[in-house]
């Protein structure tokens, strides 16, 4: 008998595995993979109403500061600035600063010089999200039912500062980690439960976010088919560019209406005829409240 070498001793080996196994691999390997379960996975909620008709998208440059400006700097921004709407953190428990001057009549100074408004609700974050600025956080077990809590302050907010319905509230989600899948569904059901409560009082949702967090994470959920999605996205995403063409997760068919607003650059001092502010800047192809 022919002794063979180490080299068709392996040769021969192989075609003894292939003949045992008949897929070139063992066993182990040739079973099923593990089903890989999406991040996030579709939830409807009743929306018996639906979002109010559109009154008021606008296009132009805007701009939030932490607190509401004085009347003075409204009045020299409106004449001197490019800016034609404001941000507005009309209630939550975590916003940023007081708002000593944000009242009714505030509105309707502001609203009497042209101004434009984005209002904004700033309330339970993330579970996952950092909580040393922002400690207060989702529950994921009851997030629905707190995203229509938190709703229900954004409108009672609204309704005393005279913003009518039809308007939108703009839902601030911080950015937070995505390692967690169960965070980001807690976000989306948040969402959806903000966004129902909105629906049945008659006012519009939105929703804020970093492009890389929360947006993706609800752009995740329009693809799966949860619904009531907000009826805008306001995505941060500072790379300068005064524009709401989206990138990454948010693709052209989501949100396409006249339907995002889009913070391009942050943490910026500006000043017109003497008043000077520290603000966000961002471009608006959506719905504002005026």
């Given at each position: 008998?022919?002794?063979?070498?180490?080299?068709?001793?392996?040769?021969?080996?192989?075609?003894?595995?292939?003949?045992?196994?008949?897929?070139?691999?063992?066993?182990?390997?040739?079973?099923?993979?593990?089903?890989?379960?999406?991040?996030?996975?579709?939830?409807?909620?009743?929306?018996?109403?639906?979002?109010?008709?559109?009154?008021?998208?606008?296009?132009?440059?805007?701009?939030?500061?932490?607190?509401?400006?004085?009347?003075?700097?409204?009045?020299?921004?409106?004449?001197?600035?490019?800016?034609?709407?404001?941000?507005?953190?009309?209630?939550?428990?975590?916003?940023?600063?007081?708002?000593?001057?944000?009242?009714?009549?505030?509105?309707?100074?502001?609203?009497?010089?042209?101004?434009?408004?984005?209002?904004?609700?700033?309330?339970?974050?993330?579970?996952?999200?950092?909580?040393?600025?922002?400690?207060?956080?989702?529950?994921?077990?009851?997030?629905?039912?707190?995203?229509?809590?938190?709703?229900?302050?954004?409108?009672?907010?609204?309704?005393?500062?005279?913003?009518?319905?039809?308007?939108?509230?703009?839902?601030?989600?911080?950015?937070?980690?995505?390692?967690?899948?169960?965070?980001?569904?807690?976000?989306?059901?948040?969402?959806?439960?903000?966004?129902?409560?909105?629906?049945?009082?008659?006012?519009?949702?939105?929703?804020?976010?970093?492009?890389?967090?929360?947006?993706?994470?609800?752009?995740?959920?329009?693809?799966?088919?949860?619904?009531?999605?907000?009826?805008?996205?306001?995505?941060a995403r500072w790379d300068d560019h005064a524009d709401t063409n989206g990138s990454g997760p948010l693709a052209p068919d989501l949100w396409p209406s006249h339907q995002r607003v889009h913070q391009y650059r942050g943490n910026v001092q500006e000043t017109y005829v003497g008043e000077?502010?520290?603000?966000?800047?961002?471009?608006?192809?959506?719905?504002?409240?005026?």
């Amino acid at each position: 008998m022919r002794h063979l070498r180490p080299a068709a001793l392996l040769a021969a080996s192989l075609v003894l595995l292939l003949a045992i196994d008949g897929t070139g691999g063992n066993a182990e390997a040739s079973a099923p993979a593990a089903a890989v379960l999406p991040r996030i996975r579709a939830v409807t909620l009743p929306d018996r109403i639906g979002p109010p008709l559109i009154r008021d998208n606008w296009s132009g440059p805007a701009f939030d500061a932490c607190a509401a400006p004085g009347p003075e700097t409204l009045r020299a921004w409106r004449a001197a600035s490019p800016y034609g709407a404001v941000g507005i953190y009309v209630s939550g428990s975590q916003r940023g600063c007081p708002q000593p001057r944000l009242t009714a009549d505030w509105v309707r100074q502001a609203r009497a010089m042209g101004w434009r408004f984005l209002p904004v609700h700033v309330g339970l974050q993330a579970p996952c999200a950092d909580p040393s600025r922002k400690p207060e956080r989702i529950d994921p077990a009851k997030a629905a039912q707190q995203g229509w809590d938190e709703a229900d302050e954004a409108v009672h907010a609204m309704r005393s500062l005279g913003l009518d319905k039809g308007s939108p509230v703009y839902l601030d989600i911080e950015a937070y980690p995505m390692h967690d899948a169960a965070c980001g569904q807690a976000v989306v059901d948040f969402t959806l439960g903000w966004t129902q409560a909105l629906h049945a009082a008659g006012y519009r949702s939105g929703f804020y976010s970093s492009l890389d967090s929360g947006v993706a994470d609800l752009s995740a959920a329009a693809r799966a088919g949860s619904s009531p999605l907000p009826d805008a996205l306001w995505y941060a995403r500072w790379d300068d560019h005064a524009d709401t063409n989206g990138s990454g997760p948010l693709a052209p068919d989501l949100w396409p209406s006249h339907q995002r607003v889009h913070q391009y650059r942050g943490n910026v001092q500006e000043t017109y005829v003497g008043e000077t502010l520290a603000i966000d800047r961002n471009h608006v192809d959506g719905p504002t409240a005026g």
